[in-house]
C-alpha cells in the first residue's frame, strides 16, 4: 500500500495533480557557455547544506505530490500530499533509522529500516538515496557510459534553464533507467525537471519540482518532530 510512498523523491517525476507535465518553451540560446554542466551542478550541491521543494511525480501508475526537506549530512523529511494526504516520513542518518506516521502524527508511528520493502520504491529506490545528490549520482554514471548532449537554455516557468539529455550506450541503464532529460536551473543549478525512459524509449516517469529554497532555516526539530 504504501510502496509508492518514495518514488517521487528519487529519480521520480510528475506533473502537478490534474494536469500534464510543463513543458519547456523552445531553445532561445545556445549552452556553449555551460562546457560541463553537470559537472557544474554536482560541484555547486557540495556546497549545498539543505533545501526544500515540492515534488510532483507522474508515471504510468498515477501521481505523488510530497513536499520534500533534505539537509547534510542526510536528514530527510517527507510530508505527503498525495496519495496518502498527511502522511509523514523522516529519515536520521545518525541512527540510519526512519520514523513513519502512515495516518499523520496524531496517529501511530512505525520505525523501520530505510531499506524496509514498506518504503522501498517499485524500482528498489531507498529514502536514504532520494535526495538530488542521488539523481545527480545516477546521471553521471549513464554519463561515463554514454553520453551527455546540451541542448541550450530554455525558460521553463519564468526560470532559465539549460536543457540536458544524458543517455547510457546500448543497453545500459542505471536503476532500469536508460535516457535522463533534465532542466537545470541556471540560478541554482537545480534539477527543475526530469524525464526518465528506459532501453525501450518509453517514459518511465517525470518530475517537476516547484518553490525550490537552497539553504532554507532548518531547525534540528524539523526532523525529530
Not at 23 to 49: D, K, M, N, R
Not at 135 to 161: I, P, Y
Not at 205 to 224: R, W
Amino acid at each position: 500500500m504504501l510502496t509508492a510512498m518514495v518514488l517521487a523523491a528519487t529519480l521520480a517525476g510528475a506533473a502537478p495533480p490534474g494536469s500534464s507535465p510543463a513543458a519547456a518553451q523552445p531553445a532561445s540560446q545556445p549552452a556553449a557557455t555551460f562546457p560541463a554542466p553537470l559537472a557544474e551542478a554536482i560541484a555547486h550541491y557540495q556546497t549545498v547544506g539543505g533545501y526544500s521543494v515540492t515534488i510532483d511525480s507522474f508515471y504510468g501508475a498515477g501521481e505523488d505530490d510530497i513536499l520534500y526537506f533534505y539537509k547534510r549530512p542526510g536528514w530527510v523529511r517527507m510530508e505527503f500530499i498525495k496519495p496518502h494526504a498527511g502522511a509523514l516520513l523522516v529519515y536520521n542518518p545518525k541512527t540510519d533509522r526512519v520514523r513513519l506516521w502512515p495516518f499523520g502524527r496524531n496517529h501511530f508511528e512505525l520505525g523501520l529500516s530505510p531499506r524496509n520493502p514498506l518504503i522501498r520504491s517499485p524500482r528498489g529506490q531507498y529514502v536514504n538515496h532520494s535526495d538530488v545528490g542521488a539523481l545527480f549520482a545516477n546521471t553521471l554514471l549513464l554519463q561515463e557510459k554514454g553520453s551527455t548532449d546540451v541542448l541550450g537554455t530554455e525558460l521553463l516557468n519564468g526560470h532559465t534553464v539549460l536543457h540536458l539529455v544524458t543517455t547510457g550506450g546500448p543497453g545500459i541503464a542505471v536503476d532500469g533507467v536508460h535516457r535522463i532529460e533534465m532542466w537545470l536551473d541556471t540560478a541554482t543549478w537545480f534539477p527543475l525537471k526530469i524525464i526518465s525512459s528506459d532501453t525501450l524509449g518509453a517514459m518511465i516517469e517525470t518530475v517537476t519540482m516547484d518553490g525550490l529554497q537552497v539553504d532554507p532555516p532548518m531547525p534540528d526539530a524539523l526532523f525529530n518532530p
